[in-house]
């Protein structure tokens, strides 16, 4: 374990980092960005290395297939970490641009200049991918991060920072920009919740890693619920698109916040869909649960209970239930979503509008899957996380949810009367 005055030296590293990242020009960051990229091509046996003694530590220790996939490097997580980084390295450098101009009786020009947060402390489990997202986001928008890693992942994360450092150091830029919490034992989150060097901590991982970092942090806090996720298969909708949608969103990766876990389908399209469903699904081992109205229709499957409704598996486990209607759809997405993602395959577009407008959550799609709540995927090169909450930010947060603004006034000599 770290003593406490250790970590709070790393929060005191991380502030003073950011003080200088602050003034740092666009082009110093994204040739640290591009720089960390290169590092990824260069050096992947390295990384690949340090990835498998993970795994191997990780099977050893009993954990879950969906969890070990999350905490797997492959080929595809490392091309598109690399297209993430090159992304967000193209992207406008926000800080310092002047928002809302306006001008007052008095000629006085009152707006808004955007501005870094500082430091952000970032806790979270099993995705070493998150690292290099996280670190990316942050110092795009002008922040130092401190990272604190679940154990299954800190042999890949330490290889990861050691890059990202050597980056930073290499664009000129303070190696400090990005620190790894030196421990994995649990106190140290306490201990981060209670720093005062830390200006945002973001919580990402499982249901009790969150209600602790709300309960015990003394800063602002961004983190996402469990995503509790529902298509819902309207009256006369496409049904293989359904079908395709449903297999995407539950089989592709199942241990994501953003995997579907229910299924909601119309009474009048119940007959045709779900037993086209149960076959597209035969090869992928998932387990089908459902209400007693899909039970009518797939005898086999196992009846659902009230916990069902609203527990997020991240596993190869998907709920079914009949509805009469898009408002009772609506009225079981209200009591027992999450507020992450939430899909309607339709081909009526007043009902797709107004589930666009009804439901709450932090991406509402229509006619896709719901695999597409996702930073690089939405175009933001990468998110640091997904916020469930709506200050200051609900949905993917990417470089612009990692800055502030504060107010600027432009004047020629006006006095207050």
Known sequence: MIAPSELHAYGLRAKTASQTLA?????????????????????RAEIEAANRADLEAARLG???????????????????????LEQVAAMPDPIGEIEGITTRPNGLQVGRMRIPLGVVGFIYESRPNATVEASALTLKAGNAILLRGGKEAFRSNQVLVEFFRESLSEAGLPEDAVLLVPTTDRAAILEMCHMETLDLLIPRGGKDLIELVRREARMPVLAHAEGVNHLYVDAGADLEMAVRITLNGKVQRPGTCNALEKVLVHAAE???????????????AVELRGDERARTILPQINPAT?????????????TLKVVDSLEEALEHIARYGSHHTEAICTNHH???????REVDASLVLVNASPRFNDGFQLGLG??????????????VMGVRELTTTKWIALGSGQIRE
């Open 23 to 43: 003034k740092a020009s666009p082009q110093a960051k994204n040739t640290a960005l591009l720089g960390m990229a290169e590092r990824l091509r260069a050096r």
């Open 62 to 84: 009993g954990l879950s297939t969906a969890k070990l996939d999350r905490l797997r490097l492959d080929e595809k997580i490392l091309a598109d970490l690399i297209a993430g």
């Open 270 to 284: 119940a007959e045709r869909f779900l037993p086209r469903l149960e076959t597209a699904l035969t090869a992928t």
């Open 306 to 318: 009230e916990a069902d409704w609203s527990t997020e598996y991240l596993d190869l486990i998907l």
């Open 350 to 356: 007043p009902h797709a509008m107004r589930f666009l």
């Open 382 to 395: 990468a998110e640091i996380g997904i916020s469930t909450s709506k200050l200051h930010a609900y949905g």
